[in-house]
């Protein structure tokens, strides 16, 4: 009769792990700090990130598999539910990196508590009535004139 325990290869698992583990930990963490001290669960997602990015450098080495069955299967060999080959290696490279570059560019240089009023980035693109500023489509097309911007929004009555 073949054993019905499978071998687990921590070391192939890793890369996947921490990334989930560290989903769980922020999110728990994010509903219980305070807001002055939020800002920290971005550095930590980015060291959570950097940390499984390491643990892919034993991979470098070739195909390693976990979750085995260790008796005879219909081919003979042991059959495994997850193997880490170099697609797999390239694969989690690509993802983590673009984790990581996620996670770098969401911190904030801005000192904890401090909200920037609603609207700040979309009042640099509006024409203000006076200010010389053409919207783009009357500037682009000069026959077409609109007689209002679709910027702006339009007079209460």
Known sequence: MPSLVQSVDWTALTPVVIPAALAVVVLVADLFLPRERRP????????????AGLTLIPLRDGHRSTFCETGGG???GAQCSYAADHFTLVVQVLVLGGALLTALLSLTTEPAGTVKPAGT?????????????????????????????????????
């Open 40 to 51: 920290l669960l971005g550095w930590l997602t980015a060291a959570g990130f950097l940390a």
């Open 74 to 76: 219909r081919s003979g």
């Open 121 to 157: 980035a979309a009042k640099v693109a509006v024409p203000r009535p006076g200010s010389g500023v053409v919207p783009f489509a009357e500037k682009t097309f000069p026959g077409l004139h609109t007689g209002k911007s679709a910027l702006r929004p339009p007079n209460p009555v």
